[in-house]
């Protein structure tokens, strides 16, 4: 426990996959408006997403609610998807930061660095975090490219809108 | 099985009828007004475990409840 407050919050996300769907589909659909994402694992299922749940939570729970929820937009967009059946179901937990950007660099402790608030669609952008992280440990300098994500923005009032690291709509 | 809040007038009632609300709990050790304001504005305990939450019942009784949750259930 190093002190270091954090404007983050843990909540859960959830996803589910269908049976086998015969036929390939290629591309990742998501819709911002209508709130979900599909695509097809290379084994053929489907596999469907939505946001966050909106309680913070350390819990994996899965929920019929969230079925329910994200299957509306889904069997309206695509209609196919209305004949496969689901196979399963789960949770994770996202970081989520106060502005839903990532958040790297300092944090005051000496020798204590963070690199956290990836939220939900992290692995985008993490490839490259992780390549300036490490430029940051090893030449004990800021990369200008991850500046702008220091921890100080808060106290600095000058919070992040980059939704092309964590794919949100604001 | 979806989390389930216990309101005082309506019962166990789904998460999804409620809307939570962040309350702002800057450490003791915190005692510049700057700092306790920019962490009463950002920062969070983000508790693991049991914690008093407020939370307002928008699809039920339209109050705000005070509800003591466990955050690893």
Redesign the interface.
Known sequence: MAGVRLPIRTHPLQAFVTNHYTRSFRPIVASADMGFYVSQTPRGEMLLGSGIDSQPSYSYRSSYEFLSHCSLPAVTLLPFLRNLTILRQWAGVCDMSVDMSPIMGYTGVDGFLVTTGWGTWGFKGIPAGGEQMAELIAGDRTPELIAPFSLNRFQEDRLMFDPGSTATTH | ???RLACPHCGPR???E???G?VPDP?D??TEADERD??R????S?T?GAKQERWFHAGGCRRWQTIERD???
């Open positions: 099985m979806v989390l789904p998460v999804e409620w809307m939570y962040e450490p050790y915190l920019v962490d504005g950002f920062m969070m983000n693991e955050t690893t259930l």
